[in-house]
C-alpha cells in the first residue's frame, strides 16, 4: 500500500506570495490532519479533515486554510507568507481520526524570503 | 484545554543502558496518550498508543510506555538502547475524539556506541 505523499517536497516563496500545498492520503483513509515543524516550537497542530469536513482548528492566523476533496485528498494554503511561515509542514492520515494511528507524509519544506 | 511537556530537550544514554524519555501532561478528562519518533531521512513513525487499560503499553521497536494517572506522566521506555534509536521523539495528547491531538516539542535522543 502506497504510503502519504506530499508535493512539493520544497518550495521557496518570498514574502506577501501565496502557497498551496497537496495531501494525497493512504487508500482508504478518510482522516487528514496538517501539522507545522519548527525547531522551536515542535510539532503544532493545523487541522483535521474528515470527509471534506473540517473537524479541529489549531490556533493559526486566517491566513493558513485547508479543504479535503471527495476522494479524502488535501491541500493547505497559506496567503500572505512572512518569513516565519518557513517550516517543515506535515501532512498525516489516519482511517478514522487523529485518536487512530497516523502515517505521516515525507513533508513539504517551506522556505520564505 | 490540554497540554503536553516534554521537559528534555535532548537526552544522552550508552548502547546498551536502559531508556527513559520523559512527558508529562495536563487535560481535563481522560487522556489519549500517543508516542511517535522520527527518524532521519525517513519521516514520523507511530510507537505506540495509551487509550484505557494496562498502565504499560507495548509499541513498535522494543519500545514501551507507562502511563501514571497520579502524577499526569507518560515516560517512553526500553530496556536496552541501541544506536539506531537515536530520533527525535515526540509525545502527544487528546482527551476525546472530538478534539485535536497536542504534540510536544520533542526530544532528541542520542545512543552513545
Known amino acids: 500500500k502506497a504510503g502519504v505523499t506530499q508535493t512539493p517536497r520544497y518550495l521557496i516563496k518570498t514574502r506577501g506570495q501565496q502557497v498551496t500545498l497537496s495531501c494525497s492520503p493512504i487508500?482508504?483513509?478518510?482522516?487528514v490532519s496538517w501539522y507545522q515543524q519548527t525547531p522551536g516550537q515542535g510539532l503544532q497542530f493545523l487541522f483535521e479533515?474528515?470527509?471534506?469536513?473540517?473537524?479541529n482548528k489549531g490556533n493559526f492566523p486566517g491566513r493558513f486554510s485547508g479543504r479535503q476533496f471527495s476522494n479524502s485528498r488535501s491541500e493547505m494554503n497559506v496567503s500572505t507568507l512572512e518569513l516565519g511561515d518557513s517550516a517543515l509542514y506535515l501532512c498525516?492520515?489516519?482511517?478514522?481520526?487523529?485518536?487512530?494511528?497516523?502515517?505521516f507524509g515525507p513533508g513539504t519544506r517551506l522556505t520564505v524570503l | 484545554a490540554q497540554s503536553v511537556a516534554q521537559p528534555e530537550d535532548q537526552v544522552n544514554v550508552a548502547e546498551g543502558n536502559p531508556l527513559t524519555v520523559k512527558c508529562t501532561y495536563s487535560?481535563?478528562?481522560?487522556?489519549?496518550l500517543f508516542w511517535y519518533v522520527q527518524y532521519p531521512n525517513r519521516g514520523l513513525q507511530f510507537l505506540l498508543k495509551y487509550i484505557t487499560g494496562d498502565n504499560l503499553v507495548k509499541g513498535s521497536y522494543g519500545f514501551e510506555a507507562e502511563f501514571n494517572k497520579s502524577q499526569t506522566s507518560f515516560h517512553l521506555k526500553k530496556p536496552s538502547a541501541l544506536v539506531s534509536d537515536s530520533a527525535l521523539y515526540f509525545c502527544a495528547v487528546g482527551t476525546n475524539r472530538d478534539d485535536k491531538i497536542i504534540f510536544g516539542k520533542g526530544t532528541r535522543l542520542h545512543i552513545l556506541p
Open positions: 479533515y474528515f470527509s471534506e469536513t473540517q473537524r
Open positions: 487535560v481535563s478528562g481522560n487522556p489519549y
Open positions: 498525516a492520515s489516519s482511517l478514522y481520526s487523529s485518536y487512530n494511528e497516523q502515517f
Open positions: 487508500s482508504g483513509h478518510r482522516s
